[in-house]
């Protein structure tokens, strides 16, 4: 495994506060994305960006935000407005070629 | 719009047994369609893409487009296979939309 970093590992968050999640990877992929992962519902994607300065939304971005200002880094802001944010993030890149590559995730939990 | 649907959040089958994880999907365009796996404690990886019609780890997965299935199977489970598994299917901008997930006990 590496490649992809995650960190933290677990975060703990507070209702009303900002957190970021930092997602950096070494293997030169153009395309990054989020996902959020709970139990039953599978993978539902956040955000993605496909090349530097550039990010789309996904199926559910609201209350989410993301930058991409480095093709190595693609921080995710979850933000007071999402109203159910404790759940498994994972950050994924891919290269073009074959499929998509994930990282070991973040567990985000709000007290 | 597109959807992966796997009806069986879980599934158990005695080792040795062989086991089919279903997989429906509903797009309009050329389908792309992947298996991924998530074992305990692991990141997910994929497991095996249509494309390559390849075996891996016993597992093999044929696309039907007339049933719309991509149905996972493995004559013989083991205690190994026993994972969490995605169906995904890559739509327009390379982006991936998964299933909800089955996860497979395998019995000894």
């Known amino acids: 495994d590496g490649g992809i970093t995650q960190s933290p590992k677990y975060l703990f968050r507070k209702e009303g506060q900002n957190v970021t999640l930092s997602c950096e990877q070494n293997?030169?992929?153009?395309?990054m994305y989020w996902y959020r992962q709970d139990p039953g519902q599978g993978l539902r994607l956040i955000y993605y960006s496909q090349i530097v300065n550039d990010f789309q939304k996904g199926d559910i971005a609201e209350g989410y935000s993301v930058s991409r200002e480095k093709k190595e880094s693609f921080p995710l802001t979850v933000t007071s407005a999402q109203k159910n944010p404790t759940a498994f993030y994972l950050c994924a890149t891919y290269s073009g070629r074959d499929t998509q590559y994930f990282g070991p995730g973040t567990r985000l939990t709000v007290l | 719009a597109q959807r992966v649907t796997q009806p069986e959040k879980l599934l158990s089958v005695f080792k040795g047994a062989p086991v089919e994880l279903k997989c429906n999907y509903s797009y309009s365009g050329s389908p792309e369609l992947f298996w991924y796996v998530q074992y305990s404690r692991q990141r997910l990886q994929l497991l095996l893409r249509h494309i390559s019609r390849e075996s891996i780890k016993g597992f093999t997965a044929d696309l039907n487009k007339g049933e719309t299935s991509f149905h996972l199977k493995k004559p013989f489970a083991q205690e190994e296979d026993s994972a969490m598994y995605y169906c995904?299917?890559?739509?327009?901008?390379?982006?991936?939309?998964f299933g909800t997930g089955t996860r497979l006990t395998v019995i000894p």
């Open positions: 995904a299917l890559q739509t327009g901008a390379n982006n991936l939309f």
């Open positions: 293997l030169n992929h153009d395309a």
